[in-house]
């Protein structure tokens, strides 16, 4: 595990002990996609296990409103058996600043909605609305971050095998596993797959396709 995502074991630890056994902590090394989960503490709490990918950083976290400064907060998503839980997400960066990790933060609403009095704080708020135009301005730097972020994670995921080495079946793997992460929504990544894969628009499109087409 790279020495920088280390660091952030104890934290991890720390945070998931403040808020007992309905927080659930992982930690994510986004150098590999595929496989990004790389520690958890309470993981009964979504079934998040090491070796496992992302699954809302692109939907949840990158394409939200409320993504800033690196981070998104207090953003809401059901379990396969409904329960609701409330997440928060760091993006973490290395030494020369490229996005390495990120610490996800995930709890059960389930004991919290028991008790709304106390607890209603973490019912969902309406987002803020924009007050000036240095919002619009921060969004656009927002979005040209998101845009670096995918642009790497793609990187990522292709790898550094020589794309004429590629079967086809490989190239529409590395596609659907992009499509089913949500790395489409973002805007240019169709570009920028063609361009690594050294194939055209119109066969990622027809990749994208075909992967619909037998879901």
């Given at each position: 595990?790279?020495?920088?995502?280390?660091?952030?074991?104890?934290?991890?630890?720390?945070?998931?002990?403040?808020?007992?056994?309905?927080?659930?902590?992982?930690?994510?090394?986004?150098?590999?996609?595929?496989?990004?989960?790389?520690?958890?503490?309470?993981?009964?709490?979504?079934?998040?296990n090491v070796g496992q990918s992302f699954n809302h950083l692109i939907t949840e976290v990158l394409l939200s409103q409320n993504f800033t400064n690196d981070y998104s907060a207090n953003y809401y998503f059901h379990t396969d058996d409904g329960r609701l839980i409330k997440s928060s997400t760091l993006l973490i960066r290395d030494q020369v600043k490229k996005v390495i990790g990120a610490l996800c933060i995930n709890i059960d609403t389930t004991r919290i909605t028991e008790n709304i009095n106390y607890l209603s704080s973490l019912i969902p708020q309406h987002p803020d609305q924009p007050s000036n135009l240095n919002h619009q301005q921060k969004k656009m730097h927002e979005t040209e971050h998101i845009q670096e972020i995918a642009n790497d994670l793609i990187d990522k995921i292709i790898g550094n095998k020589p794309v004429e080495q590629l079967r086809r079946d490989e190239k529409v793997e590395m596609v659907r596993f992009m499509e089913q992460k949500g790395i489409f929504l973002i805007r240019g990544t169709i570009d920028r797959v063609a361009e690594k894969l050294n194939i055209s628009k119109v066969t990622v499109y027809s990749y994208i396709e075909e992967i619909k087409d037998k879901k």
């Amino acid at each position: 595990m790279n020495s920088i995502l280390e660091q952030y074991m104890p934290v991890a630890e720390v945070i998931a002990k403040t808020f007992g056994n309905d927080c659930e902590v992982v930690l994510h090394d986004l150098t590999v996609p595929q496989s990004s989960v790389v520690y958890t503490v309470n993981n009964h709490v979504t079934g998040r296990n090491v070796g496992q990918s992302f699954n809302h950083l692109i939907t949840e976290v990158l394409l939200s409103q409320n993504f800033t400064n690196d981070y998104s907060a207090n953003y809401y998503f059901h379990t396969d058996d409904g329960r609701l839980i409330k997440s928060s997400t760091l993006l973490i960066r290395d030494q020369v600043k490229k996005v390495i990790g990120a610490l996800c933060i995930n709890i059960d609403t389930t004991r919290i909605t028991e008790n709304i009095n106390y607890l209603s704080s973490l019912i969902p708020q309406h987002p803020d609305q924009p007050s000036n135009l240095n919002h619009q301005q921060k969004k656009m730097h927002e979005t040209e971050h998101i845009q670096e972020i995918a642009n790497d994670l793609i990187d990522k995921i292709i790898g550094n095998k020589p794309v004429e080495q590629l079967r086809r079946d490989e190239k529409v793997e590395m596609v659907r596993f992009m499509e089913q992460k949500g790395i489409f929504l973002i805007r240019g990544t169709i570009d920028r797959v063609a361009e690594k894969l050294n194939i055209s628009k119109v066969t990622v499109y027809s990749y994208i396709e075909e992967i619909k087409d037998k879901k």
